[in-house]
């Protein structure tokens, strides 16, 4: 079989996916006892807004109902719902007020910025360390080494999201807790802040806030801060003086997630390069490598580790999907308004479009990485034969 | 027929066979033991779960006091103004209390004295009462504007350390109504009774409600543990299902089940489990419609009659190629309508929701038998179906289908059983109207479980049915089949036995990250109640004062990790002992 071929079939696969992931968030945010309707009228919802033909009042609440559709059956809710997302409609937040797309557009590259830089931090300290540990296997470093990486998988996230804050971003007053790297930066407070972040978010025409960033700017923060305009640049406070400075700011504020995410992450990667690289130093090619008297160095690096990142490459799908999932809780804890944030206030606001449509998206990225990853395999190993 | 004493060389052997069997798996211990050992790591990790268990069984026992709500008793209340807020780990504070002492009061009853007391507490038989507490020292004095006064104001009765007496001149003191004083008392109920004899302190320190957190945090292992071993037993049970189905099967049950499993795998874990977990916020009890508790043994018996039927009244098994498209298709039938039924059968969906027809009992089982006789239709009004059977002698088969004789009967024992159990589950739940009652108290604890276990078992389901596909082109179930072993005796029996090294490796692994999912659910707020004893809450609930009390988020995060920690490095200790490379 073509690769386009391999493409297009797994493309037209993931259809039936998608459709099921439509189908099951919306069933499980349907089945939510709330009222989305009361939500939106709040406590207007007695008001009488007009009158039936027959004349009996109708009131705001009611009017709601019928425009949300939701005197309809179920059924009939999702047919509305696939059409008004045909459409490219994904519906209107209740709690941020604005068109859900708007929302998700906002939030979706803030978590796919944190995720990336995560995995850019995960991949190397867990396939260096998995390196070393897998060459010194049963010596003291592989002992070490597995113990942290079992470490880091069991550490809850959001408590070594907190530690991190405590240890490198937070001073106490007068307790003296905390920010142990303070007095080598002098800065205030400790290295690195956890909150004022500049936020795309908060370009809501509505607030009143001025917008940081360029309008139609990528959303992607760091992409934005190389590439604001002098105009912009003018209307920010003086301590952003330069797109350098601003720059920094950026990825001063990205560094504790990314580090958080990242660490979390590389505990199961050292684990899978470790096996991996382990089967691998057994075959016979590595020892056909070291009988023509290569340099170990030159053996495991050149000829063993090549083969064995292959099966590395298919759990960068998994990875991505971990890391949007742990963004989640990182997210809540150092407040950036990415998609996991978003989805936690969707939830407890209840907010079914803003579910519906973060649900959808992340659902989306998940599938259309691992496709990519997928595609990736079938061209690195020959072995892999396309069906 | 022999009598029963002369069975003696019987007995013998079987008790023969009984100690081989005994001394086989002792052997297989040991050696298992020999492997598991090797590892240091994993010897640590049994002895973190072991501890961890340890704890949470002799939680009462070790606890300095009861933890003010946790998810088991939640009617329990008891005293928390007892002891000063967030205090420090191993402070002095531990043993201090904060009373008011009204001088007004004093003034008009004419007493100097004053009794040291504790804040009220709520008894057993839910009265207040106060313990009388023995004073040491006098630490600060307040009055009620919060203006320091002179501690030598009020001194201890030298004859009964309780009683406090005020001094003349604070009696007299008109322009005082109400004084604040802290003292440090001999604490008896907080003494640790395994800790030395002087250190009667709180070796966590407190929270901000003036909780121990030490008892907080031990307590918390139950809900975690019990959550754990729950929630991964019946992921388990029901991956295990799901997934031998699909991979024995094969076909188009393996791509319909893997297509669900990849729904559930591409939306994260988290989100989905928030979503389910608001989305049962209501319920106050599982229940299961009527007609679901019929569907339920019906299919049971349709997927174990099936078989039955076909051999005795088609009189032999029916191959594939004389099937019908719909008799051949019928899986696909059964999981559609199944899916439907699922749909319906959700709390909150009911029916007019789902189809705008109405919700009367008479429609519900209407609607169920229809389905039924639409089954039993593709099963049996087939046209190729009846075309090649033949009906020769059908009276003869039937009736010796129902001879009791018959190597069928255990099927017939299977009907009675489930019926029986059907109408035991319902008799004895508490059902009510066409509902029975599954989990009567499905409370918040059971909300983030069947939230877990919803996200958890496509998982399982994927593992074994790897697990499956490859035990399934052995020799031994080829053998199994050839003698006309029925699937599902191929499946339990023989497949499933030979496939349980990962499933055991997975269970323990997952048992740690559904201790961590939950947790984290906690933490966010969609899991136990604020307030409990659950390590997810205590940390969710030091956020505002960590930077300044780390010790409130210190212990539980570090109580989470280890458990975790513990199962993993168990469930990686097993996994080396499971390996075959290992076996030698």
């Not at chain 2, 909300?447 to 082109?473: C, D, H, M, N, S």
Request: proline share 4%; glycine share 8%; hydrophobic share 45%.
């Amino acid at each position: 079989m073509k690769l386009h071929e391999f493409v297009v079939r797994r493309l037209l696969l993931l259809i039936p996916v998608m459709i099921g992931v439509t189908i099951l968030t919306f069933t499980i945010s349907h089945l939510i006892p709330a009222d989305a309707a009361a939500a939106q009228c709040g406590d207007k919802c007695g008001i009488v807004v007009g009158y039936t033909e027959d004349g009996d009042p109708i009131s705001a609440y009611e009017a709601n109902r019928e425009r949300l559709g939701m005197n309809e059956p179920l059924i009939v809710q999702f047919w509305y719902y696939v059409n008004h997302l045909g459409e490219g409609d994904w519906g209107e937040s209740s709690t941020y007020h604005r068109p859900v797309a708007d929302v998700v557009k906002d939030a979706a590259p803030i978590t796919l910025e944190m995720s990336f830089f995560a995995l850019l931090i995960a991949y190397p300290l867990g396939i260096t360390l998995g390196i070393i540990s897998a060459v010194r296997q049963d010596r003291m470093f592989d002992h070490i080494s597995r113990f942290f990486a079992i470490a880091f998988v069991s550490l809850p996230i959001f408590w070594f999201a907190m530690v991190l804050q405590l240890l490198f971003a937070t001073q106490a007053p007068d307790s003296g807790v905390g920010g142990i790297c303070d007095p080598i930066f002098g800065t205030d407070g400790g290295c690195f802040p956890i909150y004022g972040r500049h936020d795309p978010s908060l370009t809501y025409p509505e607030d009143g806030f001025a917008s940081f960033y360029p309008a139609g700017g990528t959303g992607f923060h760091l992409i934005d801060s190389w590439f604001v305009t002098d105009g912009k640049l003018a209307t920010l406070p003086t301590e952003f003086g330069s797109k350098w400075l601003l720059f920094k700011d950026t990825l001063m504020h990205l560094a504790l997630p990314c580090a958080c995410l990242g660490i979390a992450s590389s505990g199961s990667l050292l684990r899978y390069m470790r096996a991996s690289l382990l089967e691998v130093l057994h075959e016979d090619y590595v020892r056909t490598a070291r009988a023509k008297g290569l340099s170990e160095f030159r053996v495991v690096i050149v000829h063993a580790c090549r083969n064995a990142l292959v099966p590395i490459v298919t759990i960068l799908g998994f990875s991505i999907g971990g890391a949007i999932g742990g963004a989640v809780l990182t997210e809540t804890i150092f407040a950036f308004n990415g998609m996991g944030r978003v989805a936690v206030k969707s939830i407890q606001y209840l907010d079914f479009p803003v579910i519906m449509g973060v649900t959808l998206i992340t659902a989306a990225i998940f599938l259309l990485s691992n496709l990519i990853v997928d595609i990736m395999y079938a061209i690195i190993d020959p072995r892999v034969r396309l069906e | 027929m022999r009598g029963w004493d002369e069975g003696e060389e019987d007995r013998k052997e079987s008790r023969r066979r009984l100690n081989e069997a005994l001394s086989q798996s002792r052997k297989d211990i040991s050696r298992s033991w020999r492997i598991y050992r090797r590892s240091l790591l994993a010897v640590v990790g049994l002895l973190m779960v072991f501890s961890v268990v340890t704890i949470s069984i002799l939680a009462d026992k070790i606890a300095v006091e009861h933890p003010y709500r946790n998810l088991q008793d939640t009617e329990n209340l008891w005293s928390i103004d007892y002891e000063p807020r967030r205090a420090h780990p191993f402070s002095e504070e531990c043993d201090w209390h904060e009373q008011s002492i009204s001088l007004t009061t004093q003034r008009r009853y004419g007493e100097m004295t004053v009794v040291a007391e504790s804040d009220d507490k709520v008894g057993d038989d839910n009265r207040y009462y106060r313990d009388t507490l023995s004073v040491i020292e006098l630490i600060h004095l307040e009055d009620n504007k919060g203006y320091e006064l002179d501690t030598s104001l009020i001194s201890i009765d030298p004859s009964n350390s309780s009683i406090l007496v005020l001094s003349q001149e604070l009696y007299d003191n008109m322009s005082l109504t109400t004084i604040w004083l802290t003292y440090e008392f001999d604490n008896e109920d907080m003494h640790i009774w395994w800790m030395p004899e002087g250190y009667q302190r709180c070796i966590f320190g407190t929270n901000d409600q003036g909780q121990d957190m030490f008892s907080k945090v031990l307590y918390g292992s139950r809900v975690s543990l019990k959550i754990g071993i729950t929630v991964a037993m019946l992921t388990v049970t029901i991956g295990t299902i799901v997934g031998s189905v699909s991979g024995y099967f094969g076909g188009r049950v393996d791509e319909v089940i893997m297509r669900i499993c990849d729904v559930f795998f591409a939306i994260p874990g988290l989100i989905l489990a928030m979503a389910f977990v608001t989305a049962m916020s209501a319920m106050t009890s599982l229940t299961m419609p009527m007609w679901l508790g019929i569907l339920i043994p019906i299919l049971v018996l349709y997927a174990a009659f099936r078989s039955y039927l076909t051999s005795t009244v088609a009189g032999g098994q029916l191959s594939d190629r004389v099937m019908g498209s719909l008799m051949r298709n019928r899986n696909i039938f059964l999981g559609l309508f199944l899916f439907i039924f699922f749909i319906g059968g959700l709390p909150g969906a009911s029916w007019p929701d789902l189809f705008g027809i109405s919700d009367s009992r008479g429609w519900r089982i209407g609607a169920a038998t229809g389905i039924i006789l639409l089954l039993g239709a593709i099963g049996l009004a087939d046209m190729r179906f009846i075309e090649n059977t033949s009906f020769d002698g059908v009276e003869e088969r039937v009736r010796k289908s129902l001879d009791w004789t018959n190597p069928w009967r255990y099927l017939t024992l299977r009907t009675v059983a489930v019926f029986a159990a059907a109408v035991v589950l319902y008799r004895f739940s508490g059902s009510t109207g066409d509902e029975i009652v599954v989990i009567k108290d499905f409370d918040r604890l059971w909300k983030i479980q069947a939230a877990l276990i919803f996200t958890g078992w496509p998982g399982y389901a994927r593992l074994i049915r790897g697990q499956v596909l490859y035990v399934k082109e052995m020799t031994f179930v080829e053998a199994a089949r050839s003698v006309g072993a029925p699937s599902g005796r191929i499946m339990f029996r023989h497949i499933l036995p030979n496939a349980w090294a990962p499933l055991l490796v997975a269970f323990t692994l997952d048992i740690g990250g559904t201790i961590l999912s939950a947790s984290g659910l906690s933490f966010i707020g969609l899991g136990a109640a604020p307030g409990t004893a659950e390590w997810g809450i205590l940390v969710s609930e030091s956020r505002r004062y960590f930077v300044f009390d780390p010790h409130l988020m210190l212990f539980p995060g570090l109580a989470i990790a280890a458990t975790t920690l513990g199962f993993n490095l168990l469930g990686d200790g097993i996994r080396d002992v499971v390996d075959p490379k290992n076996r030698r």
